[in-house]
């Protein structure tokens, strides 16, 4: 299905490339506007963002498996991301990477990589968040959550799935699903100049 913005994130784009000399400079920007605008960053939404950007569907392609924080189709509605960069893997006081890691596997049944069968959580581990004095780092969608202890965590946790109205042992022996981050088949239209 072919996307188009709506007219206020079509207003919105407008002020972004007129911000920039050249449209291949908004690209990260238009990125956040087609996630913002259509909840994911899908095959359609980066054709719309080359067209917009005038580049290449590959060239949106690599920036959006480059930088891990893009939202794809095959994430789960609430997306855990666990730094596993060195600070937090080796941690602190108020606990490391894998205890982080050991509450999501407890709770929800998943391990990195992994999104529940109804798509409603998924876990990734991640490069450094930017937040390294203040370990284990933790991304839930947008917000970011620092010194994530057990405690932290569980807590973070059981509000979602109460949130989603579902008692907390809702995963317990249930499959999850690999989440397939395979490069999808994205159209690419080249055209050869003449010489
Ligand atoms: S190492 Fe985890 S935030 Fe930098």
Partial sequence: MKRTFSPQAQAELSEILADFPNKKSALLMVLRLAEREFGSVDNEAMELVAASCEVSVAHVLGMVTFYTHFKRPFHGKHRFMVC?????????????????????????????GERTDD????????????????????????????????????????DLLKQ????????????????????????????????
Avoid: W
């Avoid at 249930?174 to 999808?184: G, N, Q």
């Fill in 84 to 112: 596993a960069t060195l600070m937090c893997s080796i941690g602190g006081p108020q606990g490391k990477t894998d205890d982080a890691l050991a509450v999501l596997k407890e709770k929800l049944n998943l391990e990195p």
């Fill in 119 to 158: 798509a409603l959580f998924s876990v990734e581990k991640v490069e450094c968040l930017a937040d390294c004095n203040r370990p284990p780092v933790v991304q839930k969608d947008n917000a970011h959550h620092v010194h994530m202890n057990r405690e932290q965590m569980t807590r973070l946790v059981e």
């Fill in 164 to 195: 989603e109205g579902l008692p907390s042992s809702h995963y317990a022996g249930k499959s999850p699903v690999r989440m397939d981050p395979t490069i999808p088949f994205v159209s690419v239209k080249q055209s050869i100049p003449a010489k």
